[in-house]
C-alpha cells in the first residue's frame, strides 16, 4: 500500500471522527431544546444511515436559533472533505490494481489445460 494511501485512510479517519463529535454535540442540543423524539430517532437511526442527515439537516433548518453555526459549518466541511478523499482513494485504489488483472491473466494463460472429460447420467424416472 502506499504512503498516499495510508495519508488518507487517516485524513478520512479523523474527518468520520469529526464528523460523528459534530452529529452528537446537534443531538445534545435538540435534548436541550425539548426535541426529545427526535434526537432519539436520530439516535436510532444512525444505525440505517438516515439519522446523520436528519441531524445534518435539522441542524442546519435552526442553526441560528440554537446557535450551532460554527459546529454545522465544521460538519459541512467533513462531510465535503470525506466525500473528496474518498473519491481520491477509489483512483489510488484503481492506479494501484491496474497492473494486478494483467499479470493475473499471464497466469492463467500459462497454466497447462488438460483434457477433461465430462460424463452425463441419464436422470432416472
Known amino acids: 500500500m502506499t504512503m498516499l494511501a495510508l495519508l488518507l485512510y ?6 468520520s471522527i469529526a464528523s460523528l463529535v459534530c452529529f452528537v454535540m446537534v443531538v445534545i442540543e435538540m ?11 436520530c439516535i436510532v437511526l444512525i444505525f440505517c444511515g ?17 446557535g450551532l453555526q460554527k459546529i454545522m459549518l ?14 481520491i ?8 490494481t491496474r497492473g494486478t488483472a494483467t499479470e493475473f491473466q ?4 500459462s497454466m497447462p489445460i488438460e483434457n477433461v472429460e465430462i460424463e452425463f ?4 424416472p
Open 50 to 66: 438516515i439519522g446523520g442527515l436528519i441531524a445534518f439537516v435539522y441542524g442546519w433548518i435552526k442553526n441560528n436559533e440554537w
Open 74 to 87: 465544521v460538519w459541512t466541511v467533513c462531510v465535503v472533505m470525506g466525500l473528496v478523499v474518498n473519491v
Open 10 to 15: 487517516l485524513v478520512v479517519l479523523v474527518v
Open 106 to 109: 499471464q497466469q492463467l494463460d
Open 31 to 41: 435534548f436541550k431544546h425539548d426535541q426529545t423524539g427526535l434526537g432519539i430517532a
Open 121 to 124: 447420467e441419464q436422470p432416472s
Open 89 to 96: 482513494l477509489v483512483g489510488v485504489g484503481a492506479t494501484m
